[in-house]
């Protein structure tokens, strides 16, 4: 019961960073603001991680996971995902983006051994089909003048990989029960996408401008840090295909913290309203 609830709660959170994010997104470039929220969250775990973590009970395979785990998530991931922000809104992306309950099910069942009830496949594939309805809902809304195909491929990429990831934290976590350090070395190990990029696009290193960008998402990067730190817990005492979904449920929360905050710039469609509440009905049955 507890690791449903911290994962409710990674989902609140993350959605209010999300919304965040959202509201000065126009201010800045995707890779800006996910460089910035992963300095942050880097900044604030790794103390509570050097000061909480029994480190003689530490092994280098655990390890090894968790850093290719942070290249995955929230290194490209966070890439794709404020990519998608950029071009869909928030309420658009964070739809399409939880469809990686799916994926990450899926896995879990293949590599896991994990095992799925009827009424928890079903809360799946309800998950999947509240994110064909977005695309409706999506021409009522801000994005209704973009290249939805091309730019679809941001969240579903980014949710592809998230659940890949989802799968190696929890082996990760059966190696080192400890999700503050796992938290740290994902977030230190996620910037060699960054670093990749930064070396070898140089139209990229002549825009960052974290000075200028760190008054405006710095919040942003706690709630996504806190966030982050609920999943972790959450997937340390509950199986991926319970927490995954759960996360999942991150769009209602999106939705939710638009309306009051940025109702202006994403107005909440009938048609996308429908599709979080059976994204919504899905995650239910799968926690069944």
Not at 170 to 196: C, E, M, R, T
Request: some cysteine.
């Amino acid at each position: 019961m507890i690791g449903i609830v911290l994962a409710l709660l990674s989902a609140a959170v993350s959605g209010l960073a999300v919304v965040l994010v959202g509201k000065h997104s126009k201010a800045s470039n995707a890779f800006n603001v996910s460089l910035l929220i992963s300095l942050i969250g880097l900044v604030v775990v790794w103390p509570f991680a050097a000061v909480f973590t029994d480190f003689a009970s530490l092994n280098i395979e655990g390890i090894l996971l968790f850093a290719l785990g942070g290249i995955l998530t929230p290194g490209l991931v966070r890439l794709f995902y404020y990519s998608g922000l950029k071009k869909l809104g928030p309420s658009v992306n964070s739809s399409i983006f939880s469809i990686y309950p799916l994926y990450s099910s899926l896995l879990a069942v293949l590599f896991l051994s994990e095992l799925l009830a009827l009424e928890n496949w079903i809360g799946v594939i309800l998950i999947a089909t509240g994110v064909v309805f977005v695309e409706l809902g999506c021409r009522e809304t801000n994005c209704a003048n973009n290249n939805i195909l091309k730019n679809w491929l941001f969240p579903i990429i980014g949710g592809l990989t998230f659940g890949v990831s989802a799968i190696l934290r929890k082996v990760a976590l059966n190696f080192i029960n400890s999700p503050l350090l796992g938290i740290a070395v994902a977030y230190s190990f996620s910037f060699i996408p960054f670093i990749l990029i930064f070396a070898f696009h140089k139209p990229t290193r002549a825009n960052v401008s974290i000075k200028r960008d760190v008054r405006l998402f710095w919040l942003a990067g706690i709630g996504q840090v806190v966030a982050w730190l609920f999943s972790f817990y959450a997937l340390s005492l509950e199986t991926v295909s319970i927490v995954a979904p759960l996360l999942s449920i991150e769009p209602l929360f999106v939705a939710i913290f638009a309306f009051v905050y940025i109702r202006d710039q994403e107005p909440l469609s009938l048609k996308l309203a429908a599709s979080i509440v059976v994204t919504a009905l899905g995650v239910f049955l799968v926690t069944t």
